[in-house]
């Protein structure tokens, strides 16, 4: 691929323990999480070049996940552990050629821990910690996190199986900067398990099956400084599947199937009739997919398969219900790309993908990679991709909904380079133009229409990464994002650096600064003006250290080290100075 891939792996994961998934992204360059440093209840929101969430294609362990019961069907990054997860992949730009509806602006590739090579291994992760705002400074452990596996291999059989617990509380979800009297707390408890069992049947085909079940129970206030005691939620995951791969001399073929259903509820107090309104929400997808990788050539390779999903919504609410046996859609892609590596330094990656809806029909995506190697140290590349966003069953199907959108349309340009040298220093660079069309809106709360005016983002993403010592790394990054619209929290300018070091025996150090500029937030549904809110930085400091190599480690990290006070979401209470402390155990 003729593109930046940002990569999190193992060992840098092994050096943020009790952290999220979405702290790990939201450091990682152009990529923006809405909601991270808020309360643990609050959505959360992942944006990249400009783009909203639902933009935004999520794998685990190369399967597409989503909730097809919400407005946008983004999926909710809470439902992960960052304890079950081997390493993390982020492409950002359009790569619907290879993964369909939904990559318009990047994708998130998360893959899960794999089972170790010995018969049985046992990891146990504790943490405690705090989890105050910028106003409390008192001492109250509210952050509780238990994560336990077992694993192994037995011969041509192996297997992994993970749970974590995590409660938070202490911390309301709505400022209370308003309010002559403060707001009470608001708590969130999460439950993940993670089943999977593999055999080798030879050395070329492997079959792999996988379930996880996930839970979280919250409580959520009214609104933007507005309280609530009355309001809480659930959301319950169910995944199944099976993966599979069978490598043969000038290829492999690989296999998957998952079925995931979503249910959501919440009570919610209705201020108009003072009952509590109660919804329900129910999603389900079906996905297939079968790919083969054939090597025509030492210069040449083509990737072809075919992709079928089955969505589907089910809701129960005060407001009008949807069946799933109306609210649901198919789409079947064949799509195909090839890659040629010349010799002489010269790349391409060119591929397209046809979407056969069932709702809206066909629709075709390309991709044109093309990159030249002018040294071992040196890299140019660029693209121009094309990508599409089908409407959700909500959008097309609920009271709101209409059957005429047509699905919003992405065409992203890019242009950049990498170079290192000598394993001293690396950089990589990108700009990069996006241009959306058909925009999903609803201008008049009545009914979803595609917005007429095409909607634009450019900018420019950089990384450096300096290691000066064998023990002493330096990595700073930059994202520079301009859009025609502010509709949304991105900020223009971006900027993170962490310095990491082990100079210390079987000790790992590190300091981490971000920095966000100003931001102008169009307040739609609020005042109907623009609002631009300050500038601030945060420092966090972590640090590990071995007791016993392999077996017994502690860790501990502090956060908002100058107990910043800051604006992140408007109307929202954000976290000041904390702390964490935890035991990782491995037999």
């Excluded at 919400?70 to 993964?99: C, H, K, P, W």
């Excluded at 043969?248 to 309104?277: C, E, H, P, Q």
């Excluded at 990464?465 to 509709?487: M, N, W």
Aim: proline fraction near 2%.
């Amino acid at each position: 691929v003729g593109k930046i891939i940002y990569q999190i792996n193992r060992e840098e994961l092994e050096n943020l323990k009790g952290k999220t998934v979405i702290d790990v992204l939201d450091n990682i360059a152009g990529i923006e999480v809405n909601g991270v440093n808020s309360s643990a209840g609050k959505n959360k929101s992942t944006f990249i070049r400009g783009g909203r969430d639902k933009q935004v294609l999520v794998l685990i362990d190369g399967v597409p996940v989503s909730d097809p019961s919400g407005v946008n069907t983004a999926f909710d990054l809470r439902l992960l552990t960052l304890s079950q997860v081997e390493s993390i992949e982020v492409m950002n730009g359009a790569a619907s050629t290879l993964y369909g509806s939904g990559a318009a602006t990047g994708v998130i590739n998360i893959q899960l821990k794999k089972s170790a090579k010995k018969p049985i291994s046992l990891n146990y992760q504790t943490s405690i910690g705090t989890n105050n705002s910028q106003a409390d400074s008192e001492i109250n452990f509210n952050d509780f996190n238990q994560n336990v596996s077992i694993n192994g291999s037995l011969k041509k059989f192996s297997y992994l199986t993970t749970l974590n617990v995590s409660k938070t509380d202490g911390l309301s979800e709505a400022s209370d900067e308003n309010s002559e009297v403060e707001f009470a707390s608001d708590k969130f408890k999460a439950t993940n398990t993670f089943v999977r069992l593999g055999y080798e049947f030879t050395t070329d085909f492997n079959v792999q099956l996988f379930s996880n079940y996930d839970k979280d129970v919250y409580d959520y206030d009214a609104g933007g400084f507005s309280d609530s005691d009355v309001n809480n939620g659930k959301n319950k995951q169910n995944r199944v599947g099976v993966s599979s791969e069978f490598k043969y001399k000038k290829g492999s073929v690989k296999l998957i199937a998952s079925y995931n259903k979503l249910d959501r509820m919440f009570d919610s107090f209705n201020g108009w009739t003072g009952d509590t309104d109660h919804f329900e929400f129910t999603g389900k997808t079906h996905i297939v997919d079968v790919a083969n990788n054939y090597k025509i050539s030492n210069e040449f390779q083509l990737i072809a398969g075919v992709n079928y999903q089955k969505q589907s919504n089910q809701t129960n609410s005060p407001y009008g219900n949807i069946e799933d046996n109306l609210a649901n859609y198919t789409t079947t892609d064949p799509y195909f790309t090839v890659v040629y590596n010349a010799a002489s330094g010269f790349n391409i990656n060119a591929g397209a993908r046809l979407n056969n809806h069932s709702e809206y029909g066909n629709h075709i995506v390309y991709n044109v990679n093309p990159s030249y190697n002018l040294n071992t140290n040196f890299r140019i590349f660029s693209s121009v991709s094309t990508a599409f966003i089908a409407p959700s069953t909500y959008q097309l199907f609920s009271q709101y909904g209409s059957t005429d959108l047509n699905p919003e349309e992405n065409i992203t340009a890019e242009l950049g380079f990498v170079y290192s040298k000598d394993k001293f220093v690396e950089v990589n660079s990108v700009f990069f133009y996006r241009e959306e069309d058909n925009a999903i809106i609803l201008p008049d709360f009545i009914t979803y229409s595609n917005a007429e005016e095409s909607l634009n983002a450019k900018g420019v993403e950089t990384e450096i990464k300096i290691d000066v010592l064998d023990d002493l790394i330096f990595k700073f990054g930059h994202t520079y994002t301009v859009k025609s619209a502010d509709v949304d929290y991105i900020p223009k300018n971006k900027f993170t650096a962490l310095v990491e070091t082990n100079s210390i025996k079987n000790t790992y150090l590190s300091l981490r600064y971000k920095n966000i500029s100003k931001r102008t937030y169009f307040d739609q549904w609020g005042t109907g003006s623009n609002i631009v809110m300050d500038a601030y930085s945060l420092v966090d400091f972590y640090a590990s250290h071995k007791l016993i190599k392999d077996r017994l480690s502690v860790f501990t990290h502090v956060t908002n080290i100058f107990n910043k006070d800051y604006t992140e979401t408007i109307g929202y209470t954000t976290k000041g100075r904390n702390f964490k402390i935890g035991l990782d155990f491995t037999f």
